[in-house]
């Protein structure tokens, strides 16, 4: 009979199923999975990307894939789907364990995916220009560094539209963040600063101009922390960079014991053809916190509403070491007098080492008048591993042992509307 046979073969198949090889089922997981990070010049301590690198750290890739700790990701996978999840799959995981298990054999090279072509010092593909900070800032080895600035002319004679960009830092060792800032010619955001020299607000001449550096309604080219993916828009979205920009670098540095310079840099590809619609980096700030000593579950929340219709496209997190959740909510108003409905867009299980951003697989066309709400909890216990001192009562500041408090967020627009505009909420 034909079914007859089926017992048997179940039962015998695993014994001839054959373990899985690093260049058939491993590569193809590391190329598309790790590789961004692990390999030479990246962030991650080792590359993955020969038979021998693999092999050596076969047992730890085991252990850490199966504890979810790489890939890096900290969106909880019941809220929302994210385009740039790079999360393996449970059948992913369980190969990467048999391979080992199995005592890691290579197999046979042709059986090998093309090897996967960087760009050196990119993960987007080669950029059409690079424009980097023209002149190295001197990186003390230790103490705090107030935040650092250097403009640069782009020289555009025309308007530029960017797809995708990518920040590389020189010395990714001391870079903790960095924001590229377009300033559209005629504004007067560091009007008195200096061209094409690293800056500090405290160099600034007058009170005022030391106030405003932090303070600025100019669109973000760039937001980069270690482990944030670049910025790649979707098909017919791109960033203006409007002729006659000025790019604006406000870096982060942090010592670490060893003295340094560094010439950060942002690698650009042009859109191809004018897109459809304009991205523009909107956020969600709270300033005005206190968090109290020892507290472990401080609940800090921003609130805004949308002046226009837009496409809600990512989200980009950002707390200090005490941050320990964040997530964002749409507010829908309850109907005859019922509380509002809080619908959950994304909650991240923060960790302040991995600021990463996420990418909605699916846009989300809100309209004017929707409410966007972030809430960040913070954890200034001792239970808090990465807590610089339990007993303080902590505000906003730019150093890691103050808090911030911002809910980064992407959204999409016409193309002929600028920040400025889209805050104009008279009806046009
Ligand atoms: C976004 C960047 C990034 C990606 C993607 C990434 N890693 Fe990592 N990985 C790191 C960094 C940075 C470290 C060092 C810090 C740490 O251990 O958390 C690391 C550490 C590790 C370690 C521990 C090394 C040690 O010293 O013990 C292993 C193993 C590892 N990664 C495997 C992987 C594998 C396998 C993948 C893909 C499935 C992957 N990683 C994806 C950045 C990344």
Redesign the pocket.
């Known amino acids: 009979m034909r079914f007859a046979s089926w017992p048997l073969c179940l039962a015998i198949a695993p014994l001839y199923a054959a373990a899985p090889t690093f260049y058939k089922d491993v590569l193809p997981?590391?190329q598309d999975?790790?590789q961004?990070?692990?390999r030479t010049g990246?962030?991650?301590?080792?590359p993955?990307v020969t038979y021998a690198d693999a092999r050596k750290?076969s047992a730890?890739?085991v252990?850490?894939?199966a504890a979810r700790?790489?890939?890096?990701w900290f969106a909880d996978p019941r809220t929302g789907h994210f385009s740039n999840d790079?999360s393996?799959t449970p059948a992913?995981i369980s190969t990467?364990a048999e391979w080992a298990h199995a005592g890691s054999p290579a197999g046979n090279r042709t059986d090998a995916p093309h090897p996967r072509r960087w760009t050196p010092g990119f993960t987007i593909p080669q950029p059409d220009l690079v424009i980097s900070m023209p002149k190295p800032v001197t990186i003390p080895a230790h103490g705090d560094i107030e935040y650092t600035y250097e403009i640069v002319h782009t020289g555009f004679t025309e308007d530029r539209w960017v797809r995708m960009s990518e920040v590389r830092p020189a010395s990714r060792a001391h870079v903790h963040h960095a924001v590229v800032y377009i300033r559209p010619p005629g504004s007067t955001w560091l009007a008195q600063a200096p061209i094409g020299t690293p800056f500090t607000a405290m160099s600034m001449p007058d009170e005022q101009s030391r106030h405003d550096a932090e303070m600025t309604t100019s669109d973000m080219l760039l937001v980069y922390a270690?482990?944030s993916?670049p910025d790649q828009w979707p098909e017919g979205m791109a960033k203006l960079i409007p002729r006659g920009s000025d790019l604006v670098f406000q870096m982060h540095y942090t010592a670490n014991g060893h003295a340094a310079t560094d010439q950060t840099g942002i690698g650009i590809i042009f859109a191809k053809d004018p897109p459809k619609q304009r991205v523009i980096t909107l956020q969600l700030t709270n300033s005005h916190f206190r968090i109290p000593p020892g507290d472990p579950s401080y609940r800090v929340e921003a609130r805004g509403t949308l002046p226009n219709d837009a496409l809600l496209l990512s989200f980009f997190p950002h707390l200090h070491l005490r941050g320990k959740e964040f997530s964002y909510n749409l507010v829908h108003p309850g109907e005859n007098g019922a509380p509002p409905k809080i619908e959950p867009l994304l909650e991240v299980n923060y960790n302040f080492?991995?600021q990463?951003s996420y990418r909605l697989a699916e846009p989300r066309s809100l309209q004017a008048g929707a409410e966007l709400q972030a809430v960040a909890i913070f954890d200034n216990s001792r239970k808090n591993a990465h807590n610089p001192d339990p007993e303080a009562e902590v505000v906003w500041g730019d150093q890691t042992y103050n808090e911030m408090m911002v809910g980064f967020f992407d959204i999409a627009v016409a193309p002929d509307v600028d920040k400025v505009q889209f805050f104009d909420r008279t009806p046009h």
């Open positions: 997981i590391l999975h790790c961004a990070c692990h990246q962030i991650a301590p080792m993955l750290w730890a890739i252990t850490r894939t700790t790489m890939p890096p790079p393996l992913q990467l270690p482990g993916s080492f991995w990463l």
